[in-house]
């Protein structure tokens, strides 16, 4: 958190000449330091809120980046941020319960908390699958992979800020906007992409089931998740089921991340043939933070264009993407 030079000697001088300020968009804004405090949780929620928030207001991130958010527990002291903050903005769909419980005990009693996921999407869509099934009650949540649900995630956030925040509403408009233009940018740049992938290729295996949404979306289909529900690694007999799926549907390459290194999909791949691409980076944003590539777009460009070239196509159009923001990126992501 940085007051700009040029902020401070404006405030200064609105105190001194109070008829010679107005609020002007450009010089005068109020600074992030009397601005909105909103808590996210995963990292590209963070970023989502990051890119219509711009420098109006304080965000600050839970999850660290690189975690497991399925099983994350905030550490206790994750409660004095959620006791100071405005907003409290988290996916819901059950990923982040015990951040969210924390959140309810300690949060101000005029503070708001949104279940973004929850929200916008209707119970009659909810995905059940391997690693997420009905009988635990807990939809796959990762919406956020899409680009159609990161647009109304975008346009939550900047109803729930416009409303907190109204002075700034027109700043969020055009950054909501700027972002909207970005994602279907990529979206436009996927679906001509994946064209290039040969017939019947669009199958996806990954370890951490994290397309469920964006496949039902862009046309292609998940096979199969190796994580089971609990997520720790399958076992024995699941890895051969795994393993008949993959011959059978002539899979050329299963998918592994950062975030949850299995030698599991490594046997897969020595048992099938199939190629094993291990570097998605699930919630993981590339780069630091600051950094352009340290973004929803940055991650998903990324794992978009990875997962297109493993199954043998080309990215030229997602590659010419530029990954930029019209509005800095001040948010903290633990690390
Ligand atoms: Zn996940």
């Known amino acids: 958190m ?18 010679a300020c107005s609020t002007s968009a450009t ?24 890119s219509i928030g711009g420098d109006r207001v304080r965000i600050e991130g839970i999850v660290p980046e690189g975690t497991n958010s399925h ?3 905030p550490e206790p002291s994750v409660a004095a941020l ?15 319960d015990p951040t969210l419980s924390l959140a309810e005990t300690n ?14 999407l209707p119970e009659s869509d909810y995905i059940y699958d391997f690693s997420f099934p009905k009988e635990e009650g807990k939809p796959n949540p990762h ?14 956030i900047r109803e729930e800020l416009s409303a907190l925040d109204p002075a700034n509403a027109a700043y969020y408009a055009a950054n909501f906007t700027a972002f909207e ?32 949404y964006f496949a039902k979306d862009f046309g292609w289909q998940v096979i199969g998740a190796v994580q089971p ?22 899979v050329k390459t299963i998918f592994g991340s950062e975030v949850f290194p299995s030698k599991v999909l490594e046997e897969i791949g020595r048992a099938t043939g199939a190629t094993y691409e291990d570097s998605l980076r699930d919630d993981d944003l590339p780069g630091a933070p600051g950094e352009a590539d340290h973004s929803w777009l940055g991650l998903m460009k990324y794992n978009y264009a990875t997962m297109i070239k493993g199954l043998g196509g080309q990215t030229p159009s997602i590659d010419a993407v530029v990954v930029d923001s019209t509005v800095p990126d001040n948010a903290v992501y633990p690390q």
């Open 143 to 156: 919406l956020w992979t899409d680009t159609a649900y990161t647009v109304k995630y975008a346009a939550a």
């Open 2 to 19: 940085h007051l700009s030079r040029p902020g401070l000697a404006l405030t200064a001088l609105c105190v001194a000449a109070l008829s």
């Open 82 to 96: 959620l006791s100071t903050a405005d907003l409290i903005l988290v996916n819901g769909l059950k990923l982040e």
């Open 27 to 50: 010089s005068g804004s109020p600074s992030a330091s009397d601005g909105l405090l909103v808590a996210t949780t995963v990292s590209p929620i963070t970023s989502i809120a990051a």
């Open 71 to 73: 099983t994350f527990e």
């Open 229 to 250: 529900k609990n997520f720790s690694d399958p076992n024995a007999s699941d890895v051969a089921a795994l393993i008949d799926q993959v011959k059978a549907q002539n």
């Open 181 to 212: 233009k970005k994602v279907n940018e990529l979206d436009a740049a996927v679906r001509t992409d994946q064209q290039t992938v040969p017939q019947g290729n669009l199958k996806l295996l990954t370890y951490h089931d994290a397309y469920a």
């Open 107 to 120: 949060k101000k009693a005029d503070a708001k908390i949104v279940e973004i996921g929850t929200n916008v």
